[in-house]
């Protein structure tokens, strides 16, 4: 029989059972405290109080994940089951897809109807802005108003690949804050500066101060390789801050330095999978499940254990994007 509190059941793949499990009502509480790496006797049961939803926030959420891709196709089910069993248990699944034009905007609200746990976003990503035309802006308007659709993006500036021209990129992006703003959705900001520059960031965080930030919606700075002062004029403007597995690379000093000094409840964690899989899983694809390497280093850097993080930033999750408001 699972572990049960005040009514909810916690199948196998989301609890460890501790050692002094009583397997009654209270053993959810110390399934619980298993988690979050302590033990407690029956006898100081009657000092611990938890409610159902904070129970079921104490696991993981990837914030960030591409699962619309062929890359996942031939194991897409197993990928959901494997991040369930490492205890993730929320995922935001982006929206750019293959662009505009291309009939696969709709594909992470497709996911997100399909997965209890799954939230999705929509948006035309700045590599394809010169791709986007009146039609694709229109169905993106459409598909945010899918309840499950919690965020516009990710969208912003990317100056070191250049696909789009870059008086194209902040155009789209522009756009696109106006369309966020009309839909009430926070927005998720992607930003890559040239090489040994700070251009992007620059042109990002302007546009941001004289457009977006009086709408009082913030948004997300995603997968951030940024330095701490970027770090600093985001939190200023009310954005979140978003760590990936590229944190656990040896040259990453300055996302770990941000990492550092980013208050714990102005904090997510994410995978941006497929890409950028962390240390010990650098090379392969990566996946959802591996977000639990990112909290593992952030919690070194803030000498808290990885459940620990999971459960803040699960938990700053839940409140920023309202998801509590609306159980």
Not at 36 to 56: A, V
């Amino acid at each position: 029989m699972h572990p049960t509190f005040r009514g909810w059941v916690l199948p196998p793949a989301q609890w460890k059972k501790p050692s002094n499990c009583c397997e009654k009502q209270s053993s959810c509480i110390l399934m619980t405290c298993a988690l979050l790496g302590n033990q407690f006797p029956p006898q100081h049961l009657g000092r611990i109080t938890l409610t159902c939803r904070y129970l079921l926030s104490l696991m993981y959420t990837d914030s960030h994940a591409h699962l619309d891709g062929k890359r996942f196709n031939a194991d897409r089910t197993e990928v959901f089951a494997r991040a369930n069993e490492a205890g993730v248990t929320t995922i935001l699944a982006i929206g750019n897809a293959d662009g505009p034009g291309t009939d696969t905007l709709d594909c992470a609200v497709k996911l997100a109807q399909q997965h209890e746990g799954v939230y999705a976003t929509v948006g035309i990503h700045p590599h394809e802005a010169a791709l986007a035309k009146r039609e694709d802006f229109d169905q993106l308007q459409q598909l945010a108003r899918d309840p499950k659709v919690i965020a516009w993006g990710e969208i912003g500036l990317d100056y070191f690949y250049d696909h789009s021209p870059r008086d194209v990129q902040q155009k789209v992006f522009l756009q696109q804050t106006e369309m966020a703003r009309s839909a009430k959705l926070p927005i998720i900001i992607h930003c890559r500066p040239s090489d040994n520059s700070e251009n992007a960031w620059e042109d990002l965080l302007r546009l941001i101060r004289e457009n977006w930030a009086s709408s009082g919606l913030g948004g997300v700075l995603h997968c951030f390789t940024g330095t701490v002062e970027h770090a600093r004029a985001a939190l200023d403007l009310g954005f979140v801050i978003s760590f990936a597995g590229n944190i656990t690379y040896p040259k990453a000093q300055n996302i770990r330095d941000a990492a550092s000094i980013v208050p714990l409840d102005s904090m997510f964690i994410e995978t941006d999978c497929p890409y950028l899989a962390p240390v010990p899983h650098r090379g392969e694809r990566n996946e959802p499940a591996y977000v639990v390497e990112t909290a593992r280093q952030i919690g070194t850097l803030r000498r808290l254990s990885p459940e620990e993080i999971g459960r803040r930033t699960s938990e700053n999750f839940q409140t920023f994007f309202r998801l509590k408001e609306s159980d």
